[in-house]
C-alpha cells in the first residue's frame, strides 16, 4: 500500500493495520444501505459514510462535498469492481490520496491476522487468529514442534502456512461446538495435515463423518505432554458446547461468554431447553474454576472489545464484575434475555449448521456467501 496522488490499492491486511494501530481513515462505503446498516467496517479512528454505487453514476460531487478534504480515502463495496470504478472517479475529479479495498468486503471478511497471546510451559506459546471483519477468534496452542488449533476457519490455509514459519506439525484441530455463524475449518484442515479432529459427541448426533470425542475427562496433550488441553463440559450456547483450559491458565470459552456479553442459546431452536444450561454453565460451572484464568472467546461484537495489539481476553473475575450478562441475578430475568428481543442470527446460519454436520457441500463462492455478515453469536450484540 503506497499512497500517490492517483489511484491506490489497499489489501484487508493493510487495512487491519490501520484499525490496530488507530490511523485516521475515512470510507466510502458503495453498497446498498441495508448490507451497510447489517455490517460495516469498524475503528476507533475510522469515519464513515454510506452512498449507494447506483447514486454516484451520474458523479461523485455529492461525495466529495461529504468527504472532507485531506483525509486518506478508502472506497469499499461487496466485491471490488464498483469500489474501484468509483474511486476512479474520485480521482478524476482531483480527489488524491484515494484507495479502494482489494477484495472488497468478501476479502475483509476473511482476513485472518496472527497475534501472540503468551507463552506456555517449557517454552510453548499461545497465538490468537483473529478474523477482524467477521468477529471470529481461532487460536493455536505450539508446544515442543507441535501445534492444536482451536475452533478452525475454513481458512485452513493460513493455519497450515503459519505452522511451517513456526516448524511444527499441527497434530490435532478442536471445534468447542457445532458452529453456526461460520463454517469450520477443522476437518478439512485434519484431512490436510493428518491430525485428528475433535468435536463434543453431543452436538455430533447428525455429523456425516468420524471423529475423536472431546469431552471432559480426555485431556489432550501437544508436545509430547508438556501443554495439557482440559475440556470442560460447559453447554447453554450448544447441548455439547466445551470448554478448555489451556496450560492451567486459559480457558477458551467458545460462544459461551465473551467480553461484553453472553453465548445465545436458540441458533439450533431450542432456547428453551437450553437456557437453564447456560445459566448452569456461567453462573455455577465457570464460578468453580479458578478466577485467574484468563478468558479467550470465539468471538468477539465490538472494535472496542480489542484490546493491545488486536488481542481479545479478559480475567475470569473481571469478567464477573463487568459483564452484564453474568450480574444477572433473577433466573426469570435472565430467561427473557437470553430468549427475546436477541440480535438477528446470523446469515445462513442454518445451512452452515447442515454444513458443519456434513450434510451440505457447498462450493468456495457458496461458503463466502453463506459467511457474509457479523456473527451475532452474543446477546447483546446488535
Not at 14 to 33: A, Q, S, Y
Not at 64 to 74: S, T
Request: aromatic share 8%; net charge negative; charged share 25%.
Amino acid at each position: 500500500m503506497e499512497a500517490s496522488t492517483g489511484l491506490n490499492t489497499m489489501t484487508a491486511k493493510d487495512l487491519t493495520r490501520i484499525v490496530l494501530d488507530k490511523e485516521p481513515l475515512f470510507i466510502l462505503d458503495v453498497r446498498n444501505e441495508s448490507d451497510f446498516i447489517d455490517w460495516k467496517i469498524e475503528g476507533a479512528s475510522i469515519d464513515i459514510l454510506n452512498i449507494p454505487y447506483f447514486d454516484l453514476l451520474d458523479g461523485v460531487d455529492e461525495a466529495m462535498e461529504k468527504i472532507p478534504a485531506g483525509h486518506k480515502l478508502l472506497v469499499v463495496c461487496a466485491k471490488e469492481g464498483s469500489s474501484k470504478f468509483i474511486a476512479e472517479q474520485m480521482v478524476e475529479a482531483g480527489r488524491t490520496n484515494v484507495y479502494y479495498l482489494e477484495g472488497g468486503m468478501k476479502s475483509w471478511s476473511e482476513h485472518l491476522e496472527p497475534v501472540k497471546i503468551g507463552d506456555l510451559k517449557d517454552g510453548g506459546s499461545l497465538y490468537q487468529f483473529v478474523r477482524f471483519g467477521k468477529g471470529c477468534l481461532s487460536y493455536m496452542v505450539i508446544s515442543n514442534g507441535e501445534a492444536a488449533v482451536i475452533d478452525t476457519l475454513r481458512m485452513t490455509d493460513v493455519f497450515v502456512r503459519f505452522a511451517a514459519e513456526q516448524g511444527v506439525q499441527i497434530r490435532h484441530a478442536l471445534d468447542t461446538h457445532l458452529h453456526a455463524d461460520h463454517i469450520s475449518g477443522g476437518r478439512k484442515l485434519a484431512e490436510e495435515t493428518g491430525a485428528r479432529y475433535w468435536l463434543p459427541p453431543k452436538d455430533a448426533d447428525e455429523v456425516t463423518f468420524s471423529y475423536e470425542k472431546l469431552e471432559e475427562g480426555r485431556d489432550i496433550a501437544v508436545g509430547n505432554t508438556l501443554i495439557r488441553i482440559q475440556p470442560i463440559y460447559s453447554p447453554g450456547h450448544t447441548i455439547g458446547s466445551t470448554s478448555l483450559i489451556i496450560d492451567d491458565h486459559y480457558l477458551m470459552t467458545g460462544d459461551l461468554l465473551f467480553i461484553e456479553s453472553i453465548g445465545r442459546p436458540d441458533l439450533a431452536g431450542k432456547a428453551g431447553d437450553w437456557v437453564g444450561d447456560l445459566r448452569e454453565t456461567l453462573y455455577k460451572r465457570y464460578r468453580g474454576l479458578s478466577q485467574e484464568l484468563i478468558v479467550l472467546p470465539a468471538h468477539f461484537g465490538k472494535v472496542a472489545e480489542l484490546g493491545e495489539g488486536g488481542r481479545v481476553m479478559a480475567k475470569l473475575s473481571d469478567l464477573y464484575r463487568s459483564n452484564p450478562g453474568l450480574r444477572i441475578q433473577d433466573e426469570d430475568t435472565f430467561r427473557r434475555t437470553v430468549t427475546e428481543n436477541l440480535p438477528p442470527q446470523p446469515n445462513a446460519y442454518q445451512e452452515i449448521r447442515l454444513t458443519n454436520m456434513g450434510k451440505l457441500t457447498p462450493n468456495e463462492d457458496e461458503q463466502r456467501d453463506m459467511e457474509i455478515g457479523p456473527n451475532r453469536c452474543a446477546v447483546h450484540d446488535r
